[in-house]
Every structure is written in C-alpha cells, then in structure tokens.
C-alpha cells in the first residue's frame, strides 16, 4: 500500500511540475498590454477591448459593420477582410470576446448570455443606436443569432461565415480534455499544440491571397493572448457551458424575422462541416449561400479577398433594395 502511495505522489508531482512551469509566469493583463489603437469598454462583467476603424470621409455611408469573432481567435482574424468594407463607406467596430485578446478574463460561466450581452453592452457603450450590420465568423455566427433574436430591432442585416452550431451531436460529451482538472491540466500543459490545431506551420504552400494571414503570422498572434491568466479557463467554460453545437432551433427562430441574411461556407470545413450548411438553409431560407470550393474554417484570414467581397457586395445590394 505504502509503494503504490509512494507511486502515486511521484506521478502527481510529475504532473504538476509542467503545469507549474506554464502557468507560473502567466500575467494579468492590464491597460498596459493594450495596443496603441483601441481602448476598453467598461462593462458589467469586467473590460471589453474594442477598435473602431473608419472609411474616409468621401465615401461614409453612416452605416456600422459589427465583426464578431469565434471561439479562440480574437480581432485580427479580420485584418484581411475589413478593408473591402471601409472602402465601401461602412464604419467597421471590432472586438474580442471576454476571455480573448486583450479584454479582461472574468472567472465567470461563458454562457450565451456572457456574449449576447457583452455585445449589446459594447453597442451601449459606443452610443450606437441605428441598427448595425452584424458580421459573425465560427461562433461568432450562433452569438449573431442569439443577440439578434433577442435584439432584433439592433440588427439590420446578418452576415454568417463557417457558422457554428450545425453539428450531428457534441463531440466534447467524450473529450477528456474537457473534464474539469484534467482540462485545464492539459490545455496549460500543451497550449497552442492543442488550441491552435489545424494551423500549425508546415510544408503547405503559401496562401494564395496577398491578404491572407500566414500561419505562422497566426500562430504568432493567436499566441499572444495566452500570455495573460484566464485565457484557458475561458475556453473550457465556454465549451462547457456555450452550446456550440447544436443551434437549428435558435437559428430557426432568427429565420422567422426575416432578416437580410448571408452565409459563407467552405467545402472542406473540418471543423464545422459543410453539410451544416444544409440545415441552416432550412432554418432561414431567405439567406444568400456563397460556397467557397476547397474552402476550410479559416477562411476568413485564409481568403479574407473572396470572403470581404463577399459581406461587402452582400450589404451594397441591401443599400438599393
């Protein structure tokens, strides 16, 4: 008995010194760590980071784009794309998610409502009171769809690229890493090998788009945020407590509002699968379906070109209705 405890104690030690090891050293991210450009908006939960970028005064539409970003990467997903839409005249608002980026890490429940009313918090606090234009990537699109149903006199048109929400069932039900402690073990331990999968550098050609973001760019700045505490933990409580993965009923609901709505899709999405595309068409019919050949999840710094002309062409069409 004496040996097997013996045992056990060395093999916890094992497994905590690499944890200590990577954790030791994370920060609190303060206003210091902040970029330049930009600023916090003082919500409910904790500080939300935020940009604003502007057209140029011949072309202003007095119209506002929303980018709502996914699960793990924060604002510069959008880097590529946002161009396309201030040379149309559309006043561009940009943030990350609580737990994201530079915004504040609350040791709080990621539920649905943390992000739904994250965002209403933010259009507040940017005194936006005309509907906006909302633009959602990966989970970003199930975050579109909640806050527009439940705000739907903010919302005057939705753009849904690689949407989450339309899986066959949860498959984190059987992912270990998920289970409180070992979880949080493990995605410490191991951290952009794991939450970055997918986009690690390897031997793959150059993206073909000069605006796309290289992977080693994204892993660069993706890992910058894992700097900061709270980073692991807002993932894993998002996972725990955000339903990712099965939203057809919530989207059929927004789909009865009858809003402008576009959805962009590539064909080889291995992270949420094309054939989801199926269904949202169902749950809101009078949605506009690009298909982007060979197209995979990232698509929206992989081919921001396409994906920008796109959401661009998509409200210029809205404007001559």
């Given at each position: 008995?004496?040996?097997?405890?013996?045992?056990?104690?060395?093999?916890?030690?094992?497994?905590?010194?690499?944890?200590?090891?990577?954790?030791?050293?994370?920060?609190?991210?303060?206003?210091?760590?902040?970029?330049?450009?930009?600023?916090?908006?003082?919500?409910?939960?904790?500080?939300?980071?935020?940009?604003?970028?502007?057209?140029?005064?011949?072309?202003?539409?007095?119209?506002?784009?929303?980018?709502?970003?996914?699960?793990?990467?924060?604002?510069?997903?959008?880097?590529?794309?946002?161009?396309?839409?201030?040379?149309?005249?559309?006043?561009?608002?940009?943030?990350?998610?609580?737990?994201?980026?530079?915004?504040?890490?609350?040791?709080?429940?990621?539920?649905?409502?943390?992000?739904?009313?994250?965002?209403?918090?933010?259009?507040?606090?940017?005194?936006?009171?005309?509907?906006?234009?909302?633009?959602?990537?990966?989970?970003?699109?199930?975050?579109?769809?909640?806050?527009?149903?439940?705000f739907p006199d903010k919302v005057k048109s939705m753009s849904l690229i690689a949407p989450g929400?339309?899986?066959?069932?949860?498959?984190?039900?059987?992912?270990?890493?998920?289970?409180?402690?070992?979880?949080?073990?493990?995605?410490?331990?191991?951290?952009?090998?794991?939450?970055?999968?997918?986009?690690?550098?390897?031997?793959?050609?150059?993206?073909?788009?000069?605006?796309?973001?290289?992977?080693?760019?994204?892993?660069?700045?993706?890992?910058?945020?894992?700097?900061?505490?709270?980073?692991?933990?807002?993932?894993?409580?998002?996972?725990?407590?955000?339903?990712?993965?099965?939203?057809?009923?919530?989207?059929?609901?927004?789909?009865?509002?009858?809003?402008?709505?576009?959805?962009?899709?590539?064909?080889?999405?291995?992270?949420?699968?094309?054939?989801?595309?199926?269904?949202?068409?169902?749950?809101?019919?009078?949605?506009?379906?690009?298909?982007?050949?060979?197209?995979?999840?990232?698509?929206?710094?992989?081919?921001?070109?396409?994906?920008?002309?796109?959401?661009?062409?998509?409200?210029?069409?809205?404007?001559?209705?």
């Amino acid at each position: 008995m004496k040996n097997i405890l013996t045992a056990l104690s060395i093999i916890l030690i094992l497994l905590w010194v690499p944890y200590f090891i990577q954790t030791y050293n994370l920060k609190t991210l303060t206003t210091s760590d902040l970029p330049t450009e930009g600023a916090w908006a003082s919500l409910e939960q904790g500080n939300l980071y935020y940009r604003w970028y502007y057209p140029g005064e011949q072309v202003a539409n007095n119209e506002t784009v929303v980018l709502v970003h996914g699960f793990s990467t924060p604002h510069f997903v959008w880097d590529g794309m946002k161009g396309f839409l201030l040379d149309a005249g559309y006043s561009v608002l940009v943030f990350d998610h609580y737990g994201r980026g530079y915004s504040e890490r609350p040791r709080i429940k990621y539920t649905k409502d943390v992000f739904v009313q994250s965002l209403k918090g933010l259009l507040d606090s940017q005194q936006i009171y005309d509907q906006v234009h909302l633009v959602g990537y990966s989970m970003g699109g199930p975050v579109v769809g909640h806050f527009t149903k439940e705000f739907p006199d903010k919302v005057k048109s939705m753009s849904l690229i690689a949407p989450g929400g339309f899986m066959d069932e949860n498959p984190t039900k059987d992912w270990w890493i998920m289970k409180p402690l070992i979880g949080e073990w493990f995605l410490n331990v191991f951290g952009t090998r794991v939450v970055f999968q997918g986009n690690e550098e390897n031997d793959e050609p150059p993206r073909e788009d000069p605006l796309a973001l290289s992977k080693k760019d994204f892993i660069k700045k993706a890992g910058i945020q894992m700097q900061y505490k709270g980073f692991i933990h807002a993932l894993l409580s998002t996972a725990r407590n955000f339903n990712l993965f099965s939203t057809q009923e919530m989207f059929g609901e927004v789909g009865n509002l009858n809003k402008p709505t576009l959805t962009i899709w590539g064909t080889d999405d291995g992270v949420v699968p094309f054939k989801g595309s199926e269904e949202l068409m169902l749950s809101i019919p009078q949605s506009e379906l690009l298909v982007l050949e060979g197209g995979k999840h990232d698509i929206t710094y992989a081919e921001p070109s396409l994906v920008g002309a796109a959401v661009r062409d998509f409200l210029i069409s809205l404007a001559k209705v």
